[in-house]
């Protein structure tokens, strides 16, 4: 590592993240297809209408399963806490890449923070109204209305699952630093005093001592 | 051959091939005449060559207990004892209503896999059909069975196939009552309003006519005597609709939602175009205390051949 980085993710937690992105795109890319006909050819990229009905409950299970490796890595990491409601306010001076009157925040700020709880609990429902709706194996155990409730909240869960990580990816395109950091790990110190003080004051204090 | 009778195709947001207006058939059930000889279920698994596996007895008449997906139609026999003990024997061919509002073409997420001609008849394409079972969800009547066997939706055509050619569902061809009977939707209208009026002279004051409007009416309809309380035969719904869920799920929220999804990447795009990115200055990004001298790393050396 060059004297001027610092790890901000392990390889590990770089693996598991991209293991889920990837998972959450096949698994977004076949719902999407039996979401709107206007996307019915999506169903295409998976060899057809049956093959994305077969894999996409296998798709999405296997999101959810690695998603919770994310989830007890950050989890801690992901309290509300301290400055976060002073943060949450000024969240339009952030929007517009202005730093005067923003608080300094650890290492997640509460917009990421909210993104967490946001994946935890839309793919909760994902998960729990998806094995309603599937057909094969599980949907003969649920009564007419069970499923029908069920269908209805898988669609607006991944709705915003959906929306969610459009705003995580965009995030990440904005601010120059943090795909690099998912990627390789490692942030400049400029970079993480800039975006995350309190993380960055946490880590460089624990180094000294 | 194209077909040009199709009003409705499932997941389609264009019309589909509609030009060739065909009246609006119907099946009429008259429930009061059907002896329960169940005839209608073998001619039904004779003309679509169907073999459903031999189940065990029940307990009742009813066989199949269910429909299944090699079962199109079953007789729902109930016992009800009406208030002054008398005892009627309540059969009911049960099927597809071929709704003209149909829920499981509604829920469709497969184009074309589920369509309704011109004459009303709401019609499972297999081969198109994905095997999702969101028809069995969008169904007010309980009506579609995925196959074990091929993972196909399935239910009763209406003999779709004998009615473009001028005939009668197999089902009506063979009642040996003629309790089922079939012609255009007018025509079966008015044979029951016949029909109704002989149970209401005999003694049937509720007798009444099935053609629910919560799904804009059926075309296969039940001539009941107690036309008040349809539940009474084998749970046929009092007031038919496709759920609420099923609407909310699959109407104006689904494009909503995709405008959303669309209006929320070009909302990142414009941001990134009219705020810009946020870049860490690279001049400062050199934390680290420099030692004010420059020092040389003793190996790496210049050597200039002017130089003595």
Redesign the interface.
């Known amino acids: 590592m060059k004297?001027?980085e610092i790890q901000r993710y392990n390889a590990n937690e770089r693996s598991n993240h991209w293991a889920v992105a990837i998972l959450f795109i096949l698994a977004g890319l076949s719902g999407l297809?039996?979401?709107?006909?206007?996307?019915?050819w999506l169903?295409n990229l998976f060899g057809?209408?049956?093959w994305?009905?077969i894999l996409h409950p296998f798709l999405g299970v296997a999101m959810f399963v690695l998603f919770l490796g994310l989830v007890f890595r950050f989890w801690s990491a992901n309290y509300f806490s301290g400055n976060d409601g002073l943060w949450l306010k000024n969240i339009g001076k952030v929007?517009?890449?202005q730093e005067d009157g923003v608080p300094p925040i650890g290492k997640y700020n509460p917009g990421q923070k909210l993104l967490f709880w946001a994946l935890l609990v839309s793919m909760l429902v994902l998960l729990v109204s998806g094995i309603v709706?599937w057909?094969?194996y599980f949907?003969h155990l649920f009564g007419?209305?069970v499923?029908?409730?069920a269908?209805?909240a898988h669609?607006?869960a991944a709705?915003v699952l959906?929306?969610a990580i459009?705003?995580h990816?965009?995030a990440a395109?904005?601010?120059?630093?943090s795909f690099g950091a998912m990627l390789s790990g490692k942030v400049?110190?400029?970079?993480a005093?800039?975006?995350h003080e309190l993380w960055y004051r946490e880590v460089t204090d624990r180094k000294r001592d | 051959m194209a077909t040009q009778d199709i009003i409705a195709r499932s997941?389609?947001?264009t019309p589909a091939p509609s030009i060739r207006q065909v009246e609006e058939v119907a099946k009429l059930i008259d429930v009061s005449k059907c002896i329960g000889c169940k005839a209608c279920q073998v001619a039904c698994s004779e003309w679509n060559e169907l073999r459903d596996e031999v189940g065990s007895n029940h307990g009742t008449y009813d066989n199949p207990i269910d429909l299944t997906a090699d079962s199109w139609t079953v007789m729902r026999f109930t016992e009800h004892e009406k208030d002054d003990g008398d005892l009627e024997w309540l059969i009911r061919k049960d099927g597809c209503m071929h709704c003209a509002d149909p829920g499981c073409l509604k829920?469709c997420?497969?184009?074309g896999a589920i369509v309704q001609y011109a004459n009303g008849i709401v019609d499972f394409n297999q081969d198109?059909c994905?095997?999702?079972?969101?028809c069995?969800?969008g169904c007010p009547f309980?009506v579609p069975r995925?196959s074990q066997d091929d993972?196909k939706a399935y239910k009763c055509t209406l003999c779709s196939d004998r009615v473009s050619v001028g005939m009668e569902p197999a089902c009506v061809k063979t009642c040996p009552t003629s309790a089922i009977v079939f012609g255009s939707k007018d025509d079966m209208q008015r044979h029951a309003d016949e029909r109704i009026a002989d149970l209401k002279s005999r003694g049937y004051e509720h007798a009444g006519l099935y053609d629910p409007d919560g799904v804009g009416g059926t075309h296969v309809m039940y001539v009941l005597h107690h036309a008040d309380k349809p539940s009474l035969y084998a749970g046929l719904p009092d007031q038919p609709v496709i759920?609420p869920?099923?609407s909310?799920?699959k109407g104006i929220?689904?494009?909503l939602?995709?405008l959303?999804?669309g209006a929320?990447?070009l909302g990142?795009f414009f941001?990134?175009v009219r705020?810009?990115?946020?870049?860490?200055?690279e001049e400062?990004?050199?934390?680290?205390v420099e030692p004010a001298a420059h020092q040389q790393d003793p190996a790496v050396q210049t050597y200039d051949p002017k130089q003595p």
């Not at chain 2, 705020?275 to 200055?281: A, I």
């Not at chain 2, 400062?284 to 680290?288: A, G, L, R």
Request: glycine share 8%; charged share 20%; aromatic share 10%.
């Open positions: 004297q001027d297809a039996l979401f709107h006909p206007a996307l019915f169903s057809g209408g049956p994305t009905r929007m517009r890449n709706i057909r094969e949907s007419i209305d499923i029908r409730l269908a209805l669609a607006f709705f959906v929306l459009i705003v990816v965009y395109i904005w601010i120059k630093g400049s110190h400029r970079w005093r800039k975006h | 997941a389609t947001t829920a997420p497969s184009p198109k994905i095997g999702c079972g969101y069995v969800t309980n995925i993972k759920s869920m099923v909310l799920w929220t689904k494009p939602a995709l959303a999804m929320a990447v990142g941001h990134y705020v810009g990115p946020q870049r860490v200055e400062q990004d050199e934390p680290t």
